[in-house]
Structure formats: C-alpha cells, structure tokens
C-alpha cells in the first residue's frame, strides 16, 4: 500500500496570509490527524477526523482548521499567518477502530512564514 | 489526561553498545504505547507498539520495548547500536477515549559514535 502523502513539502508564506495543506491517508484509514512539530514546542495535537467528523481537536487558535473529505483525504487550513506558525506540519492516518490505534505520518509540509 | 516523559534529551552510544531510551507515561485509563523513529527532514515511522498482551514487544531495525505497568514505563532497547540508528525518537501513548491523539514526549536524540 501506498503511505500517507503530503503537498505540499516546502511552502513559504508571509505574515497575514492563509494556506491550505493537504494529506492523503493511506487507503482504508478513516482517521486522519495533524501535529505541528517545532523545535520549542516539540510535536503538538492539532486535531483529528474520523468520517469526516472532528473527533479530537487540541489547544489551537480558530486560525487553525480542517476538514475531511468522503474519500477520507484532509486539508488544513491556517489563515492570518503568524511567524510563530513556522513549523513542520505532519498528518498522521490509522484505522481508528477500536485496538488500531497505531498512526502512519506523511513527510510533513515545512512551513515558513516571512 | 495523558502525559509522556523521555528521560534524557540527548544520548549518546558507541557502535556495537546497547541502546537504552527512557520512556514514562502517565494516564488513568490502560494506554496503549509507541515509539517512533525521525530522520532529519522526514516524518515519524513507526518502530513498535504495544497494545494488548504480551509485555515484552519487538519492532523494526532491531528494536524491542517492555511494558511496566508498575513502573509505567516503556523503555526502548537494541542490543548492539548501529551508525544508522542515528535520529531522534519518540515515545507516544494513545487511550481509547481520545483515539487518533498522540500525546508525544519531548524526543530523544540518539548519536552513535564511530
């Protein structure tokens, strides 16, 4: 099977913009998790969708969101970008049935704010 | 709530010694447990898990974990350290009640010395 897809790798924005990240979870997987991974912060829960429903979300500001697809492939969205949202962002997949907990990550889109 | 703690930041091993990495966790309700390996630039993979069962789990590249429940602790080993188990690694624990949220410790970084 194929792993969990992330585009885009790199992108650079500037303070005040938006962007959009995208995740292709591996075939089969329902849930779909983000985490921004910072050298300060270390890796940090963003949120979580099972069957296109928000199961889990962590302690992000609203600029943060996301959203599942029927396919089961994700998109976040940070909007108003601040420098602070610098960070390596990962996506994670996993059955999310009962005893599958175990989650498969992407690459990571890097993300640079100016 | 759950919490992951990794007994030293920085580790440091000749080729060939044993790899020893600390893991804690805390949580209320039965965990289930992961460690994770990250090469730079990349994303987390998947090394072991433990669930439910035997105590004593066996992963990838050598590695293998064991679950203390009274120590609640889920230290990572391998016999013999090899130059490419150079990275940084990753405890993480999962409860059914918040599935699809990892809550990860600080990481380990694991140098291997020629």
């Known amino acids: 099977k194929a792993g969990v897809t992330q585009t885009p790798r790199y992108l650079i924005k500037t303070r005040g913009q938006q962007v959009t990240l995208s995740c292709s979870p591996i075939?089969?997987?329902?849930?779909v998790s983000w985490y921004q991974q910072t050298p300060g912060q270390g890796l940090q829960f963003l949120f979580e969708?099972?069957?296109?429903?928000?199961?889990n979300k962590g302690n992000f500001p609203g600029r943060f969101s996301g959203r599942q697809f029927s396919n089961s492939r994700s998109e976040m969205n940070v909007s108003t970008l601040e420098l602070g949202d610098s960070a390596l962002y990962l996506c994670?997949?996993?059955?999310?049935?009962?005893?599958?907990?175990?989650?498969?990550f992407g690459p990571g889109t890097r993300l640079t704010v100016t | 709530a759950q919490s992951v703690t990794q007994l030293g930041s920085h580790v440091s091993v000749s080729e060939g010694a044993l790899v020893l990495l600390r893991c804690n966790y805390s949580?209320?309700?039965?965990?289930?447990l992961f460690w994770y390996v990250q090469y730079p630039n990349q994303g987390l993979q998947l090394l072991l898990k433990?669930?439910?069962?035997?105590?004593l789990v066996k992963g990838i590249n050598g590695f293998e974990a064991e679950f203390k429940k009274s120590e609640t602790s889920f230290h990572l080993t391998k016999p013999s350290a090899h130059m490419s188990d150079a990275a940084e690694y990753f405890c993480?624990?999962?409860?059914?009640?918040?599935?699809?949220?990892?809550?990860f410790g600080d990481g380990t970084t694991l140098t291997v010395k020629p």
């Open positions: 994670a997949s996993s059955l999310g049935a009962s005893g599958s907990y175990e989650q498969y």
């Open positions: 075939s089969g997987h329902r849930s």
């Open positions: 969708y099972f069957s296109e429903t928000q199961r």
């Open positions: 949580s209320s309700v039965p965990p289930y």
């Open positions: 433990y669930t439910t069962g035997a105590t």
């Open positions: 993480a624990v999962i409860v059914n009640t918040n599935a699809g949220k990892s809550t």
